[in-house]
């Protein structure tokens, strides 16, 4: 099933012809269903897809055809972008079959190839995790970061490229058991593969030179060796874009995860509708979820007593600020390339009373300008009373005495370690519409944008769906109380479940 008009054959006396793919009776478009049915119906034993001819075509064992034995999937070439390597497994594993496919992936040698496969099988552990909460690890964070088809993949390609050129400074080293001139070989090399053009010894980057499956396909032309390097050069930038962005805060992770992190979660409220649709009711639901995220002093004692290095403990802050410092505790990033750098230069992850583990990390060199080491006794204090006010308390009025959203009679949710989320999940197709016109009313909307949520709760509740700014929750209510026929809420309290986040709950 391919979207070719003819084939190579191998008769009987060994010879190789091409010969058309057209039946007497069939014609072209619609061979290729011919063939399937063939495959179903057990006529055909092999079934032989590309990709271009797959979409539409499904060959799982299906309990209303007669091949139900089980199929073995052998994938020739891994496509580049997990997405699409889902839909074509997809292929042989659908619902309403008697047992599941066997995946064969045919992988070389190659650097391009064999790296690239092990990103896409890392990136679906991490969609299949998504239907099987159970097997998500702590550190399935990063898994995303194994995936190069996103802005970062496209920034460290862009980057790679431009060094290579020479227009850009190095964001990391050519590698140093390179012999020769790593820059410049690159560059003949991604002549030889029309990535970069030369005329008349004058080099130039291809208009497209910064299209990710372009230059995964095309490097596989390229001398082995180069291959190889290159791909390395690229996947180390990609490293160190990512790094880069964490360590400011500012990694995009595309999905918020919320609930995995160790951060405890709670589901207070639900709020159903009931719409009528063209085939019956459909429920739309918006969860208000409560997000612990502060650490109690008992808690981070427990964090604490794994710390074994002499920089990692407690510290606190020289500056003071409304008659307070700030405490926090600091463990060494636990990469082995983080243990080796030089003491300045080594990574630490923070951890604070009300915000928990912080996303931006600090090098050594910053925390000691910031902090001064201490002994647990010492920093209890400050832990304590930083914890307890952040219940209630905004980071502005905990530092400044005051908080100008809270004197204008509104709610700040700044530095508190309990945050309200609001999801919106259930059937929202039908009433998308009117959600994107609230999403985009919102005064700030140029900086609101879709963000897709992924929680659960610490009583094992898990949900997906889009996250509702809380300033947009009540004109959201409003719109769909006019759509439904019918509409009810649930609170949930936790009278009798301890939640463990400390005594001052109850004020
Ligand atoms: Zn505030």
Same mark, same amino acid.
């Given at each position: 099933?391919?979207?070719?008009?003819?084939?190579?054959?191998?008769?009987?006396?060994?010879?190789?012809?091409?010969?058309?793919?057209?039946?007497?009776? +069939?014609?072209?478009?619609?061979?290729?269903?011919?063939?399937?049915?063939?495959?179903?119906?057990?006529?055909?034993?092999?079934?032989?897809?590309?990709?271009?001819?797959?979409?539409?075509?499904?060959?799982?064992?299906?309990?209303? +055809?007669?091949?139900?034995? &089980? $199929?073995?999937?052998?994938?020739?070439?891994?496509?580049?972008?997990?997405?699409?390597?889902?839909?074509?497994?997809?292929?042989?594993?659908?619902?309403?079959? +008697?047992?599941?496919?066997?995946?064969?992936?045919?992988?070389?040698?190659?650097?391009?190839? &064999? &790296?690239?496969?092990?990103?896409?099988?890392?990136?679906?552990?991490?969609?299949?995790?998504?239907?099987?909460?159970?097997?998500?690890?702590?550190?399935? $964070?990063?898994?995303?970061?194994?995936?190069?088809?996103?802005?970062?993949?496209?920034?460290?390609?862009?980057?790679?490229?431009?060094?290579?050129?020479?227009?850009?400074?190095?964001?990391? !080293?050519?590698?140093?058991?390179?012999? %020769?001139?790593?820059?410049?070989?690159?560059?003949?090399?991604?002549?030889?593969?029309?990535?970069? *053009?030369?005329?008349?010894?004058?080099?130039?980057?291809?208009?497209?030179?910064?299209?990710?499956?372009?230059?995964?396909?095309?490097?596989?032309?390229?001398?082995?060796?180069?291959?190889?390097?290159?791909?390395?050069?690229? *996947?180390?930038?990609?490293?160190?874009?990512?790094?880069?962005?964490?360590?400011?805060?500012?990694?995009?992770?595309?999905?918020?995860?919320?609930?995995?992190?160790?951060?405890?979660?709670?589901?207070?409220?639900?709020?159903?509708?009931?719409?009528?649709?063209?085939?019956? *009711?459909?429920?739309?639901?918006?969860?208000?979820?409560?997000?612990?995220? %502060?650490?109690?002093?008992?808690?981070?004692?427990?964090?604490? #007593?794994?710390?074994?290095?002499?920089?990692?403990?407690?510290?606190?802050?020289?500056?003071?600020?409304?008659?307070?410092?700030?405490?926090?505790? #600091?463990?060494?990033?636990?990469?082995?390339?983080?243990?080796?750098?030089?003491?300045?230069?080594?990574?630490?992850?923070?951890? &604070?009373?009300?915000?928990?583990?912080?996303?931006?990390?600090?090098?050594?060199?910053?925390?000691?300008?910031?902090?001064?080491? /201490?002994?647990?006794?010492?920093?209890?204090?400050?832990?304590?009373?930083?914890?307890?006010?952040?219940?209630?308390?905004?980071?502005?009025?905990?530092?400044?005495?005051?908080?100008?959203?809270?004197?204008?009679?509104?709610?700040?949710?700044?530095?508190?370690?309990?945050?309200?989320?609001?999801?919106?999940?259930?059937?929202?197709?039908?009433?998308?519409?009117?959600?994107?016109?609230?999403?985009?009313?919102?005064?700030?909307?140029?900086?609101?944008?879709?963000?897709?949520?992924?929680?659960?709760?610490?009583?094992?509740?898990?949900? /997906?769906?889009?996250?509702? !700014?809380?300033?947009?929750?009540?004109?959201?209510?409003? +719109?769909?109380?006019?759509?439904?026929?019918?509409?009810?809420?649930?609170?949930?309290?936790?009278?009798?479940?301890?939640?463990?986040? %400390?005594?001052?709950?109850?004020?």
């Amino acid at each position: 099933m391919t979207g070719r008009k003819g084939r190579v054959v191998q008769g009987d006396d060994g010879q190789v012809q091409y010969e058309s793919r057209s039946e007497v009776d +069939v014609s072209l478009e619609i061979l290729n269903i011919k063939e399937k049915e063939r495959f179903m119906n057990s006529e055909k034993d092999i079934a032989i897809i590309s990709e271009a001819a797959s979409s539409g075509i499904s060959l799982q064992s299906d309990r209303r +055809v007669k091949n139900q034995r &089980r $199929r073995v999937h052998i994938t020739l070439e891994l496509p580049w972008s997990a997405d699409r390597a889902i839909q074509q497994f997809g292929r042989t594993h659908r619902s309403n079959q +008697v047992n599941a496919p066997e995946y064969v992936f045919l992988i070389s040698e190659l650097a391009g190839e &064999r &790296r690239f496969a092990s990103i896409v099988a890392k990136r679906l552990e991490s969609l299949g995790a998504l239907t099987h909460g159970d097997r998500r690890a702590t550190e399935s $964070r990063d898994l995303s970061s194994f995936n190069i088809d996103n802005k970062y993949g496209r920034m460290a390609l862009e980057s790679t490229m431009k060094t290579m050129m020479g227009y850009e400074h190095p964001i990391v !080293p050519p590698p140093e058991d390179y012999k %020769g001139d790593f820059f410049s070989d690159i560059q003949n090399a991604l002549v030889g593969v029309g990535i970069i *053009t030369k005329e008349d010894s004058i080099y130039q980057l291809d208009k497209d030179y910064n299209n990710m499956s372009k230059f995964l396909n095309r490097i596989l032309g390229m001398p082995v060796e180069l291959q190889n390097r290159l791909f390395q050069y690229f *996947t180390d930038t990609l490293a160190a874009i990512i790094s880069q962005a964490k360590r400011t805060g500012k990694y995009d992770m595309g999905i918020l995860d919320l609930g995995i992190g160790g951060e405890g979660c709670k589901k207070t409220k639900t709020k159903t509708w009931v719409g009528k649709h063209a085939t019956g *009711t459909a429920k739309t639901e918006i969860h208000t979820v409560l997000v612990e995220r %502060g650490l109690s002093w008992a808690e981070i004692q427990e964090k604490w #007593a794994e710390l074994t290095g002499d920089l990692e403990g407690f510290y606190i802050s020289h500056q003071v600020r409304n008659n307070k410092k700030t405490a926090v505790l #600091a463990a060494l990033e636990p990469s082995p390339a983080n243990k080796k750098k030089e003491k300045n230069n080594r990574m630490f992850i923070l951890y &604070r009373p009300n915000t928990g583990m912080q996303m931006k990390q600090e090098c050594y060199s910053d925390l000691k300008k910031k902090y001064k080491k /201490v002994t647990p006794d010492e920093a209890q204090e400050h832990w304590e009373e930083q914890y307890k006010a952040s219940s209630h308390t905004c980071s502005h009025a905990y530092w400044q005495g005051n908080c100008r959203r809270v004197n204008s009679g509104l709610e700040c949710e700044i530095g508190l370690r309990r945050r309200t989320y609001h999801v919106l999940c259930g059937l929202v197709l039908n009433v998308w519409a009117k959600v994107e016109d609230v999403l985009s009313s919102s005064p700030h909307s140029s900086s609101t944008k879709m963000q897709v949520v992924r929680l659960k709760t610490s009583d094992g509740i898990k949900l /997906v769906g889009t996250l509702i !700014p809380n300033n947009l929750v009540g004109r959201l209510s409003a +719109v769909m109380e006019e759509e439904c026929t019918e509409s009810y809420e649930e609170t949930f309290t936790d009278e009798d479940s301890k939640d463990g986040t %400390g005594d001052d709950n109850k004020e």
